[in-house]
């Protein structure tokens, strides 16, 4: 691992005598910065610098298995937690998790679901992570019934949920273009807010198939009393 200052480059520390460490993923959290590395001892794994020789360590062996490395990638802060998705193995590459962590070893644990649909193909695992003020969603396939999904992790007090088959509130088509229809379940009022959270509008909706006039042309959410729909416009340029 090299360092540079812009016009001073030099070795930070060898992660690995006698080969390349292959450092990657650099991602900065709490003034820290954390990275994936191989070592001759745990495979690639996750690491962590603030800057020094000796702060430059292995933050945390989370594949164990002899031989292996759990490869984190796709680092995302939500909450000012660091979300990322790590490999349990038992072999490299079969069964990708996600994890958060506070900046502490021992604060970085791994968010069940345990096991994907199928662990032996990267395709399964979580990715596409956004994080907003309704909870970090993502993409996965952590069940054979519906197999991709939307999947939000909201709290540290609730597990993953599934988006999928919420019979009280569906808005579709998405992609939309100027408008959506939502099958409610009772009359409700719907508030529609960016992924950042800003409120846009509320619509007072009857139970039954509602259609609702949009013309965002960025992401929304809509919300009625209990979940959360993302909705995309159609991009008719591509």
């Known amino acids: 691992l090299w360092k540079t ?11 690995k005598p006698m080969g390349a460490s292959f450092p990657d993923n650099f991602f900065l959290f709490n003034n820290k910065l954390f990275f994936t590395a191989e070592d001759a001892l745990n495979g690639r794994e996750l690491w962590v610098s603030n800057g020094t020789t000796n702060g430059t360590n292995l933050f945390k062996n989370i594949n164990t298995n002899p031989g292996t490395g759990s490869f984190p990638n796709s680092f995302t802060i939500h909450n000012n937690e660091l979300y990322f998705i790590a490999d349990i193995g038992p072999v490299n590459n079969e069964n990708y998790q996600l994890f958060k962590s506070d900046g502490t070893p021992s604060g970085t644990t791994q968010i069940q679901p ?14 596409f992570f956004t994080s907003t003020p309704f909870g970090l969603f993502f993409k996965a396939n952590y069940s054979q019934a519906n197999g991709f999904e939307l999947w939000r992790y909201y709290s540290n007090t609730t597990s993953l949920t599934s988006l999928k088959n919420l019979k009280n509130f569906h808005c579709y ?4 273009v100027d408008f959506v229809n939502c099958n409610c379940s009772q009359s409700e009022i719907i ?19 509602n259609t609702l006039k949009l013309s965002y042309p960025y ?18 340029t591509k």
């Open 5 to 15: 200052n812009g016009s001073e480059t030099v070795l930070l520390k060898d992660i």
């Open 219 to 236: 992401p929304i959410i809509l919300k009625n009393y209990s979940t959360y729909q993302i909705m995309v416009p159609f991009d008719n």
């Open 114 to 127: 345990f096991t994907a649909l199928n662990p032996f193909n990267l395709l399964y695992f979580p990715f």
């Open 173 to 176: 088509p998405n992609p939309f």
């Open 191 to 209: 508030e529609i807010y960016t992924l950042e959270g800003k409120l846009l509008e509320k619509i007072k909706v009857q139970e039954g198939i």
